[in-house]
């Protein structure tokens, strides 16, 4: 198993950027496929990014695509999406997720973080 806690989230101005950051603890973090995932109040689930065992494979949703970066530290165990020129649109709760297989990387987590809200104001 593995525990997923996020931070870095916060309130910043259209335009600006900001990382967040997804520690894990347990065991094997590199064995994990790591995703991002947000939920803006009455929508669903939104996948974010996800990145591969190494960080040579990541996927990004089309709205996010050019502007968030995910990369990971397996040394540190944690796993960073950064966000640029971020638009009123992207603010939501942002949650970290993990799963065993890069299959379908925007489906079929099994753990999950407990989330970090990022607020865009125009």
């Known amino acids: 198993q593995v525990q997923l806690v996020e931070s870095g989230g916060g309130l910043v101005q259209a335009g600006d950027s900001l990382r967040l950051s997804c520690a894990a603890s347990g065991r094997a973090f590199s064995s994990y496929v790591m995703g991002w995932f947000r939920q803006a109040p009455g929508k669903e689930r939104e996948f974010v990014a996800a990145i591969g065992w190494s960080g040579d494979s990541t996927n990004y949703a089309d709205s996010v695509k050019g502007r968030f970066t995910i990369s990971r530290d397996n040394a540190k165990n944690t796993v960073y999406l950064q966000m640029n020129t971020l638009k009123p649109e992207d603010t939501a709760p942002y949650y970290c997720?993990?799963?065993?297989?890069?299959?379908?990387?925007?489906?079929?987590?099994?753990?999950w973080g407990q989330g970090t809200q990022v607020t865009v104001a125009s």
């Open positions: 997720a993990a799963k065993k297989t890069y299959a379908l990387p925007n489906v079929g987590y099994d753990y």
